[in-house]
């Protein structure tokens, strides 16, 4: 019997390189000069790399090579598409342009920690990459989604259906499309409700499958109202169907990987 493959999963970055290149030093997963070490290891970001932190460029850069190196040795790194991805890609097509709904591209953009300097950063490649960033995933089981939100079953009944619809309309030039799917993305907590949020999270399992809801998107520390220093796990929640995995990076939390359970498949 072969050794499963080592899985992590790892909460909204929010541009802090250096937090995320230690890390994944201390994993091995990277090497002293931040290349692919890990192997066979399975890797997945739940989305959020980019602003409110200094290097969102380059944690980008950092994550799109880590993909390609890992591929190469064996591996896998994924990353699931998050709100502030949406973010950066409405600012950098529609720039001032508003639907009405609320204030224009840019301007909700930097209100949410926004820079400019990284949109004149912005290339092509990362672009495209961006944009074909799936907004579900299973993985060991486990149900990948960044927002602990209910937006994913206006989408579609299936991962597949969602990742199509919210892909196809990344495609399209529908300003009203994307602020749409912004403000379903400002949603959190969707889980937490008592009885209400276990219903809820059951239902996410049964439609999408999994046996557990990993997410990110709202703080641990805001769930547990505690310094975000003070985490380093996750937390697990809604009679143990939901984890949560943003450990505050951009607050000052350190951040840390998560390794999912193998579970043998029938």
């Known amino acids: 019997m072969q050794n499963a493959q080592p899985t992590y999963v790892v909460g909204d970055i929010h541009g802090q390189l250096k937090k995320l290149v230690r890390l994944l030093h201390d994993a091995h997963i990277v090497d002293e000069h931040q290349v692919w070490q890990g192997q066979q290891t399975i ?100 149900l990948l989604l960044h927002a602990d939100a209910p937006l994913y079953l206006r989408y579609g009944q299936s991962i597949e259906a969602v990742n199509t619809a919210i892909r196809s309309l990344m495609r399209k030039s529908d300003a009203l499309d994307w602020e749409e799917l912004l403000e379903d993305f400002a949603r959190r907590g969707a889980f937490a409700s008592g009885e209400i949020g276990k219903e809820f999270a059951q239902r996410f399992l049964t439609t999408y499958g999994g046996t557990q809801l990993v997410h990110g998107h709202t703080p641990i520390s805001a769930f547990k109202r505690q310094s975000p220093r003070e985490i380093h796990h996750p937390l697990i929640y809604a009679g143990g169907q939901c984890i949560d995995i943003d450990g505050a990076m951009f607050l000052g939390g350190p951040g840390f990987l998560y390794q999912l359970p193998h579970r043998e498949k029938e």
């Open 43 to 142: 890797l997945w970001f739940i989305g959020d790399l980019v602003d409110r932190g200094p290097d969102s460029i380059a944690v980008l850069d950092l994550v799109m090579r880590l993909q390609k190196e890992a591929a190469e040795a064996g591996g896998q790194v994924g990353c699931l598409l998050g709100n502030h991805e949406l973010l950066m890609l409405g600012a950098y097509q529609f720039g001032r342009r508003s639907t009405g709904l609320s204030s224009n591209f840019i301007t909700k953009w930097r209100q949410n920690g926004g820079d400019r300097k990284d949109l004149a950063r912005l290339t092509m490649q990362h672009i495209e990459w961006l944009t074909q960033l799936p907004a579900m995933a299973s993985l060991n089981d486990h």
